[in-house]
């Protein structure tokens, strides 16, 4: 399977930061998603980026396919942003593989 | 269309015995998936249905764990002679797919089972 790689584990933010996580994977993919999990254990979609570039408001991604790796930028940073991030990638339209996430808090 | 919906979203169960999980995907969505996640790691693959075929199962699924897609549309995940090391967030994904590429994947709420 494919090993995917995030960073860092844990990160902690004055609200009005800035951020950047990273995922690393170890092969070519076709899918890539980043998500952010909320208290509650649900999943919430942030990017559907197998390339490119993309912004949501204060939310931006930008995967390079070719060196295998997407970054996910938060800027501005609000308390509400705190939780884990994941990524989750796939080439051959079977099964997602996750990373172990970034464990996010936001501090007032 | 309300996106993926799981139910129960909570379950509490004696060892020993038995639990299934409901899993109503996005209507449009051909694929369907499982994932596992314990405290503090990722989610783990389960298994993962085209239309009604289940095309792949993870290790993780042990003889005690079986799930159905039986008409295409719904999906249910059964554990029998559940063991305290099954205690996690079952996890319900659905998207459209090909067999060489997905497009978007949207996840459920996630049952939380808690086996005592």
């Known amino acids: 399977g494919i090993q995917v790689e995030q960073s860092p584990p844990d990160l902690i933010l004055q609200e009005g930061a800035n951020s950047t996580l990273r995922c690393n994977f170890s092969?070519?993919?076709?899918?890539l998603q980043w998500f952010h999990q909320n208290p509650w254990g649900q999943l919430i979609n942030l990017f559907y980026?197998?390339?490119g570039t993309k912004q949501n408001g204060r939310l931006s991604a930008t995967t390079v396919a070719t060196e295998r790796y997407s970054l996910l930028y938060i800027s501005s940073s609000q308390t509400t942003d705190s939780g884990v991030y994941f990524c989750?990638?796939?080439?051959?339209?079977?099964?997602?593989?996750f990373g172990t996430g970034t464990s996010l808090t936001v501090i007032p | 269309d309300t996106g993926v919906s799981q139910n129960p979203r909570h379950k509490i169960t004696k060892r020993g015995q038995n639990v299934t999980f409901r899993c109503d995907p996005i209507?449009?969505?051909?694929?369907l998936y499982w994932y596992r996640q314990t405290l503090g790691q990722g989610p783990e693959f389960l298994t993962y249905?085209?239309?009604?075929?289940?095309?792949?199962k993870s290790r993780l699924l042990s003889d005690r764990f079986s799930a159905e897609r039986p008409k295409g549309s719904f999906s249910t995940l059964e554990i029998q002679r559940t063991e305290q090391g099954d205690s996690a967030m079952y996890l319900c994904?659905?998207?459209?797919?090909?067999?060489?590429?997905?497009?978007?994947?949207?996840f459920g709420q996630g049952t939380r089972l808690t086996v005592v």
């Open positions: 994904a659905s998207s459209s797919g090909t067999w060489t590429a997905n497009t978007e994947a949207f």
């Open positions: 249905f085209q239309n009604e075929a289940q095309l792949e």
């Open positions: 989750a990638v796939g080439n051959t339209g079977n099964q997602f593989y």
């Open positions: 980026i197998p390339s």
């Open positions: 092969d070519s993919v076709n899918n």
């Open positions: 209507s449009e969505h051909n694929r």
